[in-house]
């Protein structure tokens, strides 16, 4: 899926502070990077985490970095779970995916670069939509909301300020600096339901009950030692321990089949294993907390270090170490190791060295182990529906700069404020014209994993625009550290973080266990108090009417004096500066050309951009509403907005399910509403527009104009008379968060916003004028053609996805409306064909909005009779006929089977094979219905009721007469298919350390395919390779069992359980339900779900399995090899495309750590 998310607010209440609650205005978060520059000064401790985050692709990158020392005790670093910090961030963006390692940080996802990547589900929870959900630094992460259904909202403090609370200091009655003095020195709360102990023999274990989800509990066994604590010759053995006693675990297997899930990482400071079990057994309902804790105790502290066993994870591990090695990797080293240069950490990655890694017998291994691994160096946390404490204490009993006080968290809050205002100004005033950087980010953040606080600044820039945007990005901090932000700034994002804060105060008992449980973990290792949310949220009321705007600026000047005071002798002195530039750049009319930068270049940059003139900022009026009340009933009677029947058959305006409680309407304009009322996340709503068509209506004249003309929109920002600026300050203070998308198929618009102060309408009214008053800029349109031509011209740097895009240029005939538009269809392009292209798909009967919420039914429909009753109507255009054929690649040709080459230092290796599918609703190539294939195959089958009772008294459903057995049993096929994989081509024969199916089934396309995505090393790949081919066409030869089907279901129906807490997922159910151009989708197709996959049989499977292509004539493979010795790429096709699904590892140092051991 091609993706064009507006680009993030810089500013506004997007710093993410120490982390005090999950989902907490106030949390930790890391920040996304892929390489920098870094400065260090020598300073005193400061727990205080303020990242925002945001991610852009360009061809080198430039950070400064400083450090300080924060805590005495290093752990992981912070994941953001701060929600403020997103409103600024995505006000109108998404910004680029980007995902972590799974393994070290486990609640970042770690992307595949290449093909698109589907979770193997009937129904997709985001129709292809990256969709932000934690509201966490300025980063828009591609992930869905983790919020589920709990009590009443509780009562909170309202957050609204008026102009005269926050222009005057004083309190109502008079009090002395020495009595405020002892105020801010009170600590702060403690979360009133956080338990600690520590055992007689020295472990010490944190538990918080906690009811979301229900009944399941989070167990993680932290151990405290890392690859930091390894000796010259044991680099790596942390993470070898991890290996050996996670996988040698005979306690741990014996939890698969009961719905746990588990796994294990290594860093720097820590291994960490952590399970996620449901409470109790499905069929006996015994308790499995004790199962947990005694298998966590076996893998801890009683491993076995079997000789087999040792082999098997050393070549696991060797070939992660391979698929590790990239560029990424490499830069995130380079930091690290200017950044810690007077410590261990600089040379002590956790995959450690492959030569070292050869060696060790098990002998040396366990003594290792003998060392670190006891009861007083390790830490147990268990989060979740625990009900019975003192039991589970006893049941622990196994054999074996900080943030607190009210000055902290004010300080904290003051650093916010004043590096929103910088990422704002930056990101919003510079992309309102042609900037010379593509992102400039401003990191400060405590980091556990490395024990100290660090401030990143981080230029991003086209190769021939470094200089200029290093010159900008200093100029800007200097004038911010000198003149301040101004009291609208102050007033703005305060009471942005204080609007999100009653937010997610609100939401106390709907947070996921294992959001708490990462939030407690950090907190201790950091030294932070521990407050709930609603704690959280007082304490900031406490301390936001004590902040004046003059103590604003100076904390906040004291952050920026690194980059503002360079050069000066008392400026804080700069750890390091890492430049990551290409050996290679393009320029027009000269070709592919060497480039270098000095470093007397950069720090000329950095002392010319701070000799720039600077001015003060001035004030910006912000709307309080895009449509005023005047203007919208001058709408209605021009329009006279109502709903209309559904369907022309039937007389019926509203239809509602009552089992699902999903309400359908349709306006007299032509646009489809389906929406739903929840309590999943208090008083929060999400919306998302569909709109048809989608790049598929592309031409041979057009390649790129939808996914360009949808970039440009969103690089733009305007609507109406209205200045970005002015519609992000707006999406600011109405806790809005907007991105606009495209895929294949689909145009999407997705709003989160807040149902407090009206946000509903606010969102609403952004939508309107999205669609009736958008606004196309030439700037933006060149900004958006450059983007994807760098894009384009970045596809031969990587391996994965120079492999990739070979695949999918084979496969689907050279489709261009598949990849990256090429250089020649986007000279071809300008504003007025990219316009058309998106806005041609913008009309009633082609559009759909689906809303998810805490609202009411009179809220949410008054908002759709308002804003979308009066978008004008139009006819819809015949999109299908518009639509040029689609096809894959005949058999024979010779590209069924390829190899890529590309020259590096190091050998890696990988290769994709894919094949074609149906579509998730039985369509295949060349629009054949395969449902009349099913009918005859089943012509002499005695099938006497499509609804019938089993054995067991379970309801059962003929799947096989279903709109949905495709997409039911192709997911089905994908979980026994995966765990095939990973046991026989990773486990059994150590040929890879990844290997993974995933399906892509379109909803209006007739098409769909599978692909295999496997890394391994040169000597291996190729084995891999026919291995992979083994497994997906070994199900006749090996066939599938009951055991693999029913683990399978299970796998598929928890994940459904889980999301339907979630308003995202939500979204997702019901996309298309009134979508002409997907006619088979109805309602029955969601609550029929869990009976569709607990009714499927091994029949049904492999008759789903028979129109998944996996013959010779069918397979497409591509092998692409790296290395010194790497031969000349034997085909001479051009790179065009991008890889969908691509989610570089983001974070500092983040690509330095281990990937997930399962």
Known sequence: MASAPFPPVAASAASAPPRLAPRHPFAAAAASRRSSLSFRPAAPRRPVL????????????????????????????????????????????????????????????????????????????????????????????????????????????????????????DMDHAISKEELEDVLNTPLPEHPKLIRGQLKNGLRYLILPNKVPANRFEAHMEVHVGSIDEEEDEQGIAHMIE???????????????????SNAYTDFHHTVFHIHSP??????????????????????????????????????????????????????????????????????FPIGLEEQIHKWDPDKIRRFHER?????????????EIDDIPRAVREIEIPVSKVQTYKDLRSVLMKRIFLSALHFRINTRYKSSNPPFTSVELDHSDSGREGCTVTTLTVTAEPQNWRSAIKVAVHEVRRLKEFGVTMGEMTRYMDALIKDSEQLAMMIDSVPSVDNLDFIMESDALGHTVMDQLQGHESLLGVAETVTLEEVNTVGAEVLEFISDFGKPNAPLPAAIVACVPRMVHVDGVGETEFEIYPEEITEAIKSGLEEPIYPEPELEVP????????????????????????????????????????????????????????????????????GGGRATEDSESKGSVIVGVRTLSEGGCVGNFSREQVELFCVNNLINCSLESNEEFIFMEFRFALRDNGMRAAFQLLHMVLEHNVWLEDAFDRATQLYLSYYRSIPKSLERSTAHKLMLA?????????????????????????????????????EVSIVGDFTEEEVESCVLDYLGTVRAASSPNTEERIEKISFRPFPSDVHFQQ????????????????????????????????????RSDADAEISEQVNLDLTGKRRIDVRSHPLFFGITLSLLAEIINSRLFTTVRDSMGLTYDVSLELNLFDKLDLGWYVIAVTSTPSKVHKAVDACKGVLRGLHSSRIVERELDRAKRTLLMKHEAETKTN????????????SSVPRKDVSCIKELTTLYESATIEDLYLAYEHLKVDDSSLFACIGIAGAEAGEDTNDEEPDMDLHGMAPMGGRGFSTMTRPTT
Not at 321 to 330: A, F, K, P, V
């Open 900 to 935: 890529v080459y590309i020259k590096d230092t190091d050998e890696r290796a990988c290769a994709y094979i894919a094949g074609p599918a149906p579509n998730r609703w039985g369509f295949a190539t060349e629009g054949n219905d395969l449902f009349n294939v099913i009918q």
């Open 50 to 169: 303020l990242p925002p985050r945001s991610s852009a692709v360009a061809a080198n990158t430039l950070r400064c970095t400083h450090r300080r020392a924060v805590s005495p005790r290093s752990r992981r670093r912070a994941q953001g779970l701060g929600a403020a910090s997103a409103l600024a961030a995505s006000a109108w963006g998404a910004g680029e995916e980007k995902g972590g390692c799974l393994s070290c940080f486990p609640k970042s996802r770690r992307g595949r670069s290449g093909l698109a990547r589907f979770a193997p589900c009937a129904l997709p929870h985001a129709s292809g939509v990256s969709f932000r959900s934690r509201l966490s630094g300025f980063k828009v992460r591609p992930s869905h909301i983790l919020c589920a259904a709990g009590p009443d909202e509780p009562h909170v403090a309202s957050p609204t300020w008026s102009d005269t609370s926050l222009d005057t200091p």
């Open 624 to 691: 309080k509403e895009l449509i005023t009340q005047s203007e919208l009933d001058e709408l209605k009677l021009q329009h006279k907005p109502s709903f209309v029947p559904l369907t022309k058959e039937e007389n019926v305006v509203k239809v509602f399910d009552s089992e699902t409680g999903i309400a359908q309407r349709r306006l007299s304009n032509g646009i489809s509403v389906n929406y739903k009322i929840t309590q999943n996340e208090a008083r929060v709503g999400v919306m998302r527009l569909i709109v």
């Open 243 to 261: 290996h050996v006693a996670f996988l040698g675990s005979k306690k741990r297997e014996k939890l698969l089949g009961t719905g746990a899930r």
């Open 279 to 348: 409470t109790k057994t499905k069929e006996y309902g015994e308790d499995l907390l004790p199962s947990v804790l005694d298998a966590l105790n076996e893998i801890a502290f009683h491993p076995k270090f079997s000789s087999s066993r040792v082999e098997k994870e050393r070549r696991a591990i060797l070939s992660e170490l391979q698929m590790m090695n990239t560029i990424e990797y490499r830069v995130d080293c380079q930091l690290l190791q200017h950044l810690h240069s007077e410590n261990k950490l600089s040379n002590r």
């Open 372 to 384: 670190w691994y006891y009861p007083a160096n390790t830490t147990l946390y268990l989060v979740g």
């Open 1064 to 1075: 995202a997922y939500w979204l997702g159910l019901l996309a298309h339900l009134q979508s």
């Open 811 to 847: 496969m689907l005939n050279h489709d261009e409306r598949f990849v990256e538009p090429s250089p020649h269809s986007l000279q071809k392009l300008t504003l007025q064909s990219v316009k058309d292209a998106v806005m041609n798909q913008f009309v009633g009967g082609n559009m």
